[in-house]
């Protein structure tokens, strides 16, 4: 009785005693770590009591802590006593420890809610509609320490200073630490950018520290860099902004092998590399650029990119279907099909999976959530699959953003043969029929088709919902699609991308230079989103065409593209670059003789060099992005691969060739060279090279396996730089 007549209290009272759950307690208890996925936010709770993640289901929250257990948890009577404070002071056990003081504003804040009546709301309480931290994006000097403010603006105009009830993050501790309450201190030896981030009730909001490096950097000097487009002098600025100064123009060896390995995955033969080096035309990179870019090799190499976001494992998706979905992609891109062609071609896709590629991808991804997950990724740049089952924790995506994306791929059905692992032979037909439902698994409500920050979608009942979202993707104000392409297409011959990781676009993951990012997607969209068209030009920049050797100013630099970022050789291109190199292709099981590595469509075809180096295994969900990190594995497999060996001293060879040739040492070493690193080698390396065939017992075939081999297993050789 007595918790029903609090219950039924008035909320009249002044501003100052309103104390609302929504508004106030459930704050509280997200800055105490509660509502946190390591707390009570655990699938089954923790100890009997379970709150939604991040506060997402209020309503569930106030049944939980109100009523559940007979309101074991609250005392009208006593509030100080309640169980809830109790806990959260250590007054009796708990185990996840002291969350706050007696003494403390959250201890007061619970206490005067309860004192109250509880109130689920009260009648000053309206809806969050932005966070903002003050200041916004700030230059600062080493060592400086300040503390933030953060504001919460509602719709009824109300302004609210929440610093103390929200969460904060540094996306870099060693550049610029924050307190949970908000103040931040400033690294006194480092220079660079961080990003503050702060939480409060499912709004997140960001600003940028800038610590310039101290020493000046002269106007001119920057003003004296060369500028090919646009994306120079975007960077220049940014980097003029950070006082780091770019690495200079790279060799003209270090062009063609970096373009080389970019644009189609191939590294140059040596007759290639000789004539690139001894032209003198001053045209002669950007000629390079286009030839590659009509080169047959460019299609292969760039639907691998692809098929490593899409591939199914044959074993569920079926040999023929997977292999359906690899011709396709390579014949887009020999067609140089534009990007919102490639997007509504797979999104909208209906029909045989063993006749059209992109109706395999709806094979292997069955449910609406499913097919949710990978377009995000892929289309969008953003990672909704958090909010798949609860509040993003590091952005603004709900539930009801999740399951109203996933309303649009509601309708699709599947007719024919299912999948049925570890065999699935069979076909399906993949088609659209009216009627079909996605419902919320919290509310149990329908949800209506609405694309993530968009409005709801408009079509004839009988349409297929599909259609309506390709046509907002791929509209040019569309504020996903253009940024997301742009993006993946940067890091892949950048390094990294703008926003990294590329398919995490999100407000506490913000683009290193966000100006840049935008150019690119205008001039994506102008150009009628034109993969080739955005290659030549990110190809032709200045910036591309760094050296990768670090200067005083940008050593420490990893994400402004001060220098070229030194990249380990992907797995396809590493096996190519080998059979290559020891003029021995190689011969993969259910392919033509003399297949390259980068025509093998099923991660089953055998390779140990490809899978030492990373050949993504699409029985695991895909997107499979790539991992270039070296292993220990791959150090080893180089020194003591016996495949590898045998090449090196098989009759058929290059080296053997080589040995039978009347060529002189010198020139053998530089053919090796310019074979493994595109360049001539220097007269200390030709020195060293030359002797070892004075070596004790060497003969002219040991002495070139030995140099050979000790090129392959060299850092210039393995990385892309």
């Known amino acids: 009785v007595a918790l029903l007549c609090g219950l039924l209290r008035t909320f009249s009272m002044g501003e100052e005693e309103s104390v609302s759950f929504v508004d106030d307690v459930l704050p509280v208890l997200g800055k105490a770590g509660c509502s946190s996925s390591g707390c009570h936010s655990k699938p089954a709770g923790q100890n009997g009591f379970k709150l939604s993640v991040f506060a997402y289901d209020p309503k569930a929250d106030y049944q939980e802590i109100v009523f559940d257990g007979r309101g074991r948890r609250l005392s009208l009577g006593a ?169 200079p123009r790279c060799l003209d060896g270090e062009f063609l092998r970096r373009v080389s390995i970019d644009l189609i995955g ?20 950007s000629e390079l650029i286009e030839s590659l870019l009509q080169h047959p090799g460019y299609a292969d190499h760039w639907a691998v990119k692809w098929a490593d976001l899409f591939r199914p494992n044959p074993d569920r998706a079926g040999v023929k279907s997977v292999y359906i979905l690899d011709q396709w992609l390579r014949e887009a891109f020999r067609e140089n099909m534009s990007m919102d062609v490639f997007a509504r071609k797979i999104l909208a896709a209906q029909g045989s999976t063993h006749r059209l590629g992109p109706a395999v991808i709806y094979r292997d991804r069955r449910t609406p959530e499913d097919l949710t997950t990978l377009f995000s990724q892929v289309f969008l740049g953003v990672r909704l699959e958090c909010a798949r089952c609860h509040h993003h924790p590091n952005e603004k995506w709900s539930q009801e953003d999740f399951y109203q994306m996933a309303a649009f791929f509601g309708s699709l059905k599947h007719k024919g043969d299912g999948v049925s692992p570890p065999i699935s032979g069979g076909w399906e037909m993949i088609y659209h ?47 996903f699609f253009a940024k997301a392409m742009v993006n993946r297409l940067w890091a892949e011959v950048m390094g990294r991308g703008i926003v990294h990781p590329v398919d995490d676009f999100r407000v506490t993951n913000p683009a290193t230079n966000p100006l840049l990012l935008d150019a690119l997607a205008e001039d994506f969209i102008e150009h009628g989103y034109d993969v080739k068209h955005l290659l030549r030009r990110i190809t032709n920049s200045a910036l591309y065409q760094q050296s990768s050797l670090a200067n005083a100013s940008n050593g420490s630099d990893g994400e402004n593209f001060a220098r070229s970022y030194r990249r380990r050789l992907a797995a396809e291109v590493l096996t190519d670059a080998l059979a290559d190199i020891t003029g021995l292709p190689d011969d993969f099981d259910g392919l033509p003789g003399h297949s390259r590595a980068n025509q093998v469509w099923n991660f089953k075809i055998a390779s ?31 020194m003591h691969s016996q495949k590898l060996q045998d090449k090196l001293d098989h009759k058929d060879g290059r080296l053997s060739q080589l040995v039978g040739s009347d060529r002189s040492r010198a020139d053998i070493v530089e053919e090796l060279y310019l074979l493994t690193y595109s360049r001539l080698p220097e007269p200390q390396e030709l020195a060293i090279a030359t002797a070892a ?17 000790a090129l392959l297993n060299s850092a210039e050789f393995v990385f892309n730089h």
């Open 79 to 247: 509030p100080e006593q309640s169980l809830i404070l109790q806990k959260a002071t250590q007054a009796v056990p708990h185990e996840g420890g002291k969350r706050f003081d007696r003494e403390s504003t959250s201890f007061q804040v619970i206490s005067r809610w309860i004192e109250n009546g509880m109130p689920y709301e009260v009648a000053s309480d309206s809806v969050l509609e932005q966070l903002a931290i003050v200041p916004k994006d700030f230059l600062t000097k080493p060592g400086y320490e300040k503390e933030l403010t953060v504001m919460a603006y509602y719709g009824n105009g109300r302004q609210r200073d929440v610093t103390a009830l929200a969460s904060f993050k540094t996306n870099k501790e060693v550049l610029v630490e924050v307190t949970e309450s908000g103040v931040i201190s400033v690294s006194k030896e480092r220079t660079g950018e961080a990003v503050i981030s702060a939480q409060f009730m499912g709004e997140v909001a960001t600003t940028r520290v800038t610590i310039p490096d101290a020493a000046q950097i002269a106007e001119e000097r920057f003003a004296a860099l060369p500028k090919h487009n646009y994306i120079d002098a975007l960077a220049y600025q940014r980097l003029q902004n950070l006082g780091v100064f770019p690495s």
């Open 266 to 285: 191939r590294l140059p033969s040596a007759v290639e590399a000789r004539e690139f080096l001894a032209n003198s035309n001053p045209n002669k990179r």
């Open 433 to 479: 029929r009216p009627g079909g439902k996605v419902i919320h698994p919290v509310t149990q409500k329908v949800m209506l088709p609405k694309p993530p920050d968009g409005v709801l979608a408009s079509f004839p009942k009988e349409a297929d919902p599909r259609g309506w979202f390709v046509d907002w993707l791929v509209a040019p104000d569309n504020p």
């Open 608 to 638: 140990n060099t490809m899978d030492a180096f990373g050949r993504p295994d699409s029985s695991r969900d895909c997107p499979c992005e790539r991992n270039l990190s070296t292993s220990v594995v791959q150090a080893l497999h180089m």
């Open 693 to 709: 065939f004075e070596a004790p017992d060497a003969t002219r075939q040991t002495a070139c396996e030995d140099l050979l081999w």
